[in-house]
């Protein structure tokens, strides 16, 4: 039995998309927890600044290293030991610091914003950051970093007295549901 050219295009089409599938629900998958763990973070970062503003400069720098722990230690149960995935472990670390030392430079250039402008700028760039990546790894990236602007500009906006606590319920839970999500495929 042949296959005609076209068949064979076919088939070969078939495969493609099926791989292509394949790499993307993995890639949702190994994601799924990243974006747990730091949406936890963000609940109890935002929750934790409405109550006790004055914490701030202690609460974030602490929750952002345990977030990073608890990332790393995720990625590793997750099987990332081999030598190259544990390569891109740390070109992801190092993606992460230069993420920390452009908003760091950013704040430092920016002194006199608000505490709720502050609290904004975080999630609009890491918002941006899934949208961007949605790009190559999926469509599920696209809409998270999206829900995660409009709702950060929505709390901004139009809730200011309690924004904060906003971030903490709609933008940490935001990160929780895509995480989920992302399980589903």
């Known amino acids: ?14 495969v493609e998309r099926a ?8 890639g949702y998958r190994r994601a799924s927890p990243h974006l747990i763990v730091w949406g936890l973070i963000w609940v109890v970062g935002y ?10 400069n202690i609460i974030w720098p602490a929750l952002t290293l345990l977030g990073v ?14 030598s190259g995935r544990y390569r891109s472990i740390w070109r992801i670390m190092a993606l992460v ?9 950013t704040y ?11 609290g904004a700028f975080v999630p609009l760039l890491v918002g941006t950051i899934y949208a961007g990546m949605g790009l190559w790894l999926g469509a599920r990236f696209v809409v998270t970093g999206l829900a ?3 709702l950060t500009l ?11 606590l906003w971030q903490a319920v709609v933008g940490g839970g935001a990160l929780i549901l895509a995480g989920l999500w992302l399980r589903t495929v």
Do not use: K, N, W
Request: proline share 4%.
């Open 1 to 14: 039995m042949s296959l005609s050219p076209q068949e064979a295009a076919s088939t070969l089409s078939d």
């Open 19 to 26: 791989a292509r599938r394949s790499g993307q629900a993995y």
């Open 47 to 56: 929750a934790t600044t409405d109550l006790r503003p004055d914490y701030a």
């Open 69 to 82: 722990a608890l990332s790393i230690y995720v990625g590793r149960c997750a099987g990332a030991t081999d």
């Open 97 to 105: 610091l230069l993420a920390f030392v452009f908003i760091g430079a």
């Open 108 to 118: 430092a250039i920016m002194r006199h914003v608000s505490g709720p402008q502050q």
């Open 148 to 150: 995660v602007i409009v």
């Open 154 to 164: 929505g709390g901004y906006f139009f809730l200011q007295e309690h924004f904060l």
